[in-house]
């Protein structure tokens, strides 16, 4: 069963950076196609980023060019390094593993298939 903890969030500026972590247990990012999350309130939880077992990369075109998703093979970590942030970027984030799915059309921000949802981190983001 996958677990996941997201760790990173915090209160910002518009413009500022913050570094979201998420480690946990049951899936391998070497493994799994992996993604990261946001949800607003009165939104659905929607797929923003995601990178595959060979290390492809997408991300939803309003994240696109400010937010890096990356992986740490040998601590099994997810990140998502934030940068030139917006208020309309404040929400709570989560990561997912997901599990039946390692590459290709599966593994999108729009596709990727969330089954067990951690915490999160909250992300706010002032004007």
């Known amino acids: 069963q996958v677990k996941v903890v997201e760790t990173g969030g915090g209160s910002v500026q518009a413009g500022g950076s913050l570094r979201l972590s998420c480690a946990g247990s049951g899936y391998s990012v070497s493994d799994n196609c992996m993604g990261w999350f946001r949800q607003t309130p009165g939104k659905e939880r929607e797929g923003i980023a995601t990178i595959d077992v060979y290390g492809t990369t997408m991300y939803t075109d309003g994240v696109k060019g400010r937010f890096t998703i990356s992986t740490n093979i040998a601590n099994n970590t997810l990140f998502l390094q934030m940068n030139s942030l917006k208020p309309e970027d404040s929400g709570m984030y989560y990561c997912?593993?997901?599990?039946?799915?390692?590459?290709?059309?599966?593994?999108?921000?729009?596709?990727?298939?969330?089954?067990?949802w951690g915490p999160g981190a909250q992300v706010n983001v002032s004007s």
């Open positions: 997912a593993a997901d599990e039946y799915c390692r590459s290709g059309y599966c593994c999108r921000p729009d596709t990727i298939y969330g089954r067990s």
